[in-house]
Nanobody, 124 residues
Framework: QVQLVESGGGLVQAGGSLRLPCAAS????????MGWFRQGPGKEREFVAA????????HYADSVKGRFTISRDNAKNTVYLQMNSLKPEDTAVYYC?????????????????WGQGTQVTVSS
């Protein structure tokens, strides 16, 4: 069992930055691949970024590539999403998720545990 708690959301102007930590409980955090997803107003949940259990493999949605960076600190049971050059279209609730899969995946159904989400609002 893994419990995930996101934080770091808030209101930021376009072009600004935010860093979202996701703290995980449980001794097996380092064995999970981790992902970030988001759901904007009136939109379906979409993949943002994912990282393998070791941190050696990452994958990003085209819409955030070059602006967002996913990383993890297994000693602190935490995964991070650094978001730079934010745009109004990045406004959404951001969720972190944990997957038992060895490979990085973009599919929400392949994730076993989800956090409650944190709101990010980017003003123009």
């Amino acid at each position: 069992q893994v419990q995930l708690v996101e934080s770091g959301g808030g209101l930021v102007q376009a072009g600004g930055s935010l860093r979202l930590p996701c703290a995980a409980s449980g001794r097996t955090f380092s064995s999970y691949a981790m992902g970030w997803f988001r759901q904007g107003p009136g939109k379906e949940r979409e993949f943002v970024a994912a990282i393998s259990w070791s941190g050696g493999n990452t994958h990003y949605a085209d819409s955030v590539k070059g602006r967002f960076t996913i990383s993890r600190d297994n000693a602190k049971n935490t995964v991070y999403l650094q978001m730079n050059s934010l745009k109004p279209e990045d406004t959404a609730v951001y969720y972190c998720a944990a997957s038992r899969l060895v490979v990085v995946t973009t599919t929400p159904a392949m994730y076993d545990y989800w956090g409650q989400g944190t709101q990010v609002t980017v003003s123009s």
